[in-house]
T-cell receptor, first 113, second 110 residues
C-alpha cells in the first residue's frame, strides 16, 4: 500500500518564476492538504482540496493555487516566486471526516534564488 | 496570539529519563488533537491522536485538558531513537484547518 508520494523531491527556481508541485494521496484517501514549512517552524496550512474543490484556505496570497483531479491527486502552483517562498512543501492526505489524522508525503524542498 | 504554542526546547535528557511536553491552544472550539514526530529533514509522522479520556501507547501517554486548553505528551524510559522534534497539532472545529505548533526538540543522550 503506497503512502503519500510527492514530486519532485527538490527544485531550484529563480525569483519571478512559476512552479508546480505534485502529490498523490495514500490509497483510499480523498482529501489533500498542502503545507509550507520554513526552517525551524511548524508546517503552515496553505489549503485543502476535497471533491476537486478548495474546501479551506489558510493565510496565503493568491499566488498560491491548487487543483485536485478525479483520482484525488493534487497540484500546488506558485506564481511569481519570491525568495521567501523557499521552504519544504508538504502534502498530506486523509479520508472522510475533517477530524481524521493526516498522513504526510516526504515533501518537496523548493529553493528560490 | 498563535493558535497553538509549544515550548521549542531543546530538551536534552539522558537515556531512560521521563520527559513531558505541553502544548496550549487558543480556540475553545478545537475538536481534534494529535502529536506528530518529525525527524531532521523528514516529513511529520503521526505519533498518536489525543482523546479526552487520555490515551497510552507503550512508553507514550497523551492527555487533553479542555478546561485549561492544553495537551501533553509524556515519554517514559527515553530511547536514543526518540530524538526528534515533536509537533502538537490542533484541528479547529469550525473549519478544516490543522494548526501546527512550532515543535519541541528532544535529544536523548547516551
Amino acid at each position: 500500500d503506497a503512502g503519500v508520494t510527492q514530486s519532485p523531491t527538490h527544485l531550484i527556481k529563480t525569483r519571478g518564476q512559476q512552479v508546480t508541485l505534485r502529490c498523490s494521496p495514500k490509497s483510499g484517501h480523498d482529501t489533500v492538504s498542502w503545507y509550507q514549512q520554513a526552517l525551524g517552524q511548524g508546517p503552515q496550512f496553505i489549503f485543502q482540496y476535497y471533491e476537486e474543490e478548495e474546501r479551506q484556505r489558510g493565510n496565503f496570497p493568491d499566488r498560491f493555487s491548487g487543483h485536485q483531479y478525479p483520482n484525488y491527486s493534487s497540484e500546488l502552483n506558485v506564481n511569481a516566486l519570491l525568495l521567501g517562498d523557499s521552504a519544504l512543501y508538504l502534502c498530506a492526505s486523509s479520508f472522510g471526516s475533517v477530524y481524521n489524522e493526516q498522513f504526510f508525503g516526504p515533501g518537496t524542498r523548493l529553493t528560490v534564488l | 496570539r498563535k493558535e497553538v504554542e509549544q515550548d521549542p526546547g531543546p530538551f536534552n535528557v539522558p537515556e531512560g529519563a521521563t520527559v513531558a511536553f505541553n502544548c496550549t491552544y487558543s480556540n475553545s472550539a478545537s475538536q481534534s488533537f494529535f502529536w506528530y514526530r518529525q525527524d531532521c529533514r523528514k516529513e511529520p509522522k503521526l505519533l498518536m491522536s489525543v482523546y479526552s479520556s487520555g490515551n497510552e501507547d507503550g512508553r507514550f501517554t497523551a492527555q487533553l485538558n479542555r478546561a485549561s486548553q492544553y495537551i501533553s505528551l509524556l515519554i517514559r524510559d527515553s530511547k536514543l531513537s526518540d530524538s526528534a522534534t515533536y509537533l502538537c497539532v490542533v484541528n479547529i472545529g469550525t473549519g478544516n484547518q490543522f494548526y501546527f505548533g512550532t515543535g519541541t526538540s528532544l535529544t536523548v543522550i547516551p
